[in-house]
């Protein structure tokens, strides 16, 4: 694993793009498996802004998001849909067609979690997978668990999750309690995976995810075992690694 730590959250991000563009630049039909929450925010505005300068194009990419609210309308404002739309989808030139992100709203949502899984393997194998890190050290919603699934798969999220969520949404009662997640397989299985981390209140999870025993209990340790896994922390996250 290669590890790199930046003193800002603008050079983190700035970094970020850039990996993320020369994928793109290198290998135009990309399978790009995305992330959403707080992290990647300003990673996709520096991306955005790499495609308005002419630098990067989506035209060809295919996208897989990691999970997505169960019963939630794609068009609530919390939604990982209408994320994506805001901070990404509607700002470059993906195709619409080639945009994948679990429906939420499915009216039978195991059919849904094959239906994307199907999606996932006729696309082959993803080339970059962005992840953030949750503090119980969650990957996608791949909660801490005796056991993992490798499949998409519908999950309960934890109250921590929960209550981690709550912030965006206006009562800590209105975050749902059910997700579609991709599961471990496809994230370990990516040809590169970049997780980012930011914040202070990270650095334990980061050291238990990246240093401590790989156990299912802290998902993210698996990408201990992940043979090019990137890293990029800032100084607040990186401060319990020796
Ligand atoms: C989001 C996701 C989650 C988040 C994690 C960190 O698609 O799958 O694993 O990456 O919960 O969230 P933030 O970045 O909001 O701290």
Redesign the pocket.
């Known amino acids: 694993m290669r590890i790199r730590v930046f003193e800002t959250e603008d050079q983190l991000n700035k970094a970020a793009a850039l990996f993320h563009g020369g994928q793109l630049q290198r290998k135009p039909e990309s399978v790009l498996g995305?992330?959403?929450?707080?992290?990647?925010v300003g990673v996709y505005r520096e991306l955005v802004e790499l495609h308005v300068r002419g630098l990067v194009s989506f035209q060809e990419a295919i996208t897989f998001?990691?999970?997505e609210y169960a019963g939630l309308s794609k068009h609530h404002p919390q939604s990982?849909f209408t994320y994506m739309n805001q901070h990404l989808y509607r700002r470059v030139d993906l195709r619409p067609e080639n945009i994948h992100i679990p429906n939420g709203e499915a009216s039978d949502l195991q059919d849904e979690c094959e239906r994307y899984d199907r999606q996932l393997k006729n696309a082959g194998q993803i080339d970059l997978q962005i992840?953030?890190?949750?503090?119980n050290g969650?990957?996608?919603?791949?909660e801490p668990d005796l056991t993992l699934a490798a499949g998409t798969h519908l999950v309960g999220l934890h109250e921590d999750?929960r209550k981690?969520?709550a912030r965006f949404f206006s009562s800590p009662g209105e975050v749902p309690a059910l997700a579609i997640?991709m599961g471990i397989a496809p994230i370990l299985q990516a040809k590169t995976v970049l997780l980012?981390?930011?914040?202070e209140d990270?650095a334990a999870i980061v050291s238990r995810a990246l240093a401590g025993p790989i156990t299912t209990q802290c998902p993210a340790s698996l990408l201990q075992t992940h043979p090019n896994l990137i890293v990029m922390l800032d100084t607040g996250a990186a401060r319990e690694l020796v």
């Not at 995305?34 to 990647?40: C, V």
């Not at 992840?131 to 503090?135: N, R």
């Open positions: 995305l992330a959403t929450g707080s992290t990647p998001n990691l999970d990982y992840l953030g890190l949750g503090h969650h990957i996608g919603f791949n999750t981690a969520n997640t980012l981390v930011r914040g990270k």
